[in-house]
């Protein structure tokens, strides 16, 4: 039986989603939970890794297991079993031709940015932060070039196992709330670190580094180098992974209204 579940967990007490020889991955405390409800080991395909410090409200996953339980048990009986920082939202059977990541249309990410000039003090590990004013127009200009199928590879970590670039944004939205900036995220995929360097980079238009017209010189180059540094993981959220209706999975948590509006 293949059954898919919807998570979500605080990256700050992980080193990220992939399993590590110390344990300290979300997918190791999810493999032990779920074991501990099935009665067998239970290995976890993801739609997509997260890196250290990198949160998800939407994550999806798949495991296949010999076991049946009740929906409750790989809910309720799972989250027993997980560390205060993990939750299962949602559970349920999906045939064996559903796969988290490659059935996946679409991923959906939120970049929380404090923009005042002190440091981030409650939302410590939850916000990335700026100390500089920024300009939001300039920003807001500059991500327009970025819808749209391109070559992202002037984002693209070194670490990147992609076969292709090539990525298509459907939605790259940013506005302010207060002192938190807002990056809205839609595409049918990431490469590694891709929306933390856009958001360095975008950065680097609003407090005046760059023009606007930067975003596209960038594009063109395909080039790395030519990028702002990667920007912190702190306010990066998994907010959604869509698929398509066939496979009738529930919708993904609401992003925190307070963020949200």
């Not at 779920?34 to 998800?56: K, Y």
């Not at 932060?129 to 070559?151: C, V």
């Not at 929306?195 to 760059?210: A, D, E, T, W």
Request: glycine letters at 10%.
């Amino acid at each position: 039986m293949r059954i898919a579940l919807g998570l979500e967990y605080d990256g700050c007490g992980f080193c990220g989603w992939q399993s590590q020889s110390n344990g300290c991955g979300v997918q190791d405390a999810l493999q032990t939970a779920l074991a501990a409800i099935a009665g067998e080991p239970v290995n976890v395909i993801t739609a997509g890794r997260t890196d250290t410090g990198v949160h998800a409200i939407g994550q999806v996953v798949h495991f296949d297991t010999a076991a049946t339980r009740p929906e409750s048990a790989w809910i309720r009986g799972v989250n027993a079993h997980l560390p205060a920082g993990i939750a299962v939202n949602w559970a349920q059977p999906v045939t064996d031709e559903f796969h988290a990541r490659f059935s996946a249309v679409e991923r959906r990410y939120v970049y929380l940015l404090l923009n005042r000039p002190t440091r981030p003090g409650l939302l410590k590990g939850k916000v990335g932060w700026y100390h500089a004013p920024l300009d939001l127009a300039a920003m807001q200009n500059a991500a327009l070039a970025l819808i749209g199928e391109h070559d992202f590879s002037a984002f693209r970590s070194a670490e990147c196992q992609a076969k292709t670039p090539v990525k298509t944004l459907h939605e790259l939205s940013i506005r302010q709330n207060g002192e938190m900036m807002v990056f809205q995220l839609r595409g049918n995929a990431f490469l590694h670190h891709m929306v933390r360097n856009l958001v360095g980079s975008l950065v680097y238009i609003g407090k005046g580094k760059h023009p606007p017209a930067w975003m596209a010189e960038l594009l063109a180059r395909r080039d790395r180098k030519y990028a702002a540094p990667t920007f912190a993981p702190d306010g990066l959220y998994l907010t959604g992974v869509g698929y398509e209706a066939r496979w009738n999975l529930p919708e993904s948590a609401a992003f925190p209204l307070q963020f949200n509006s």
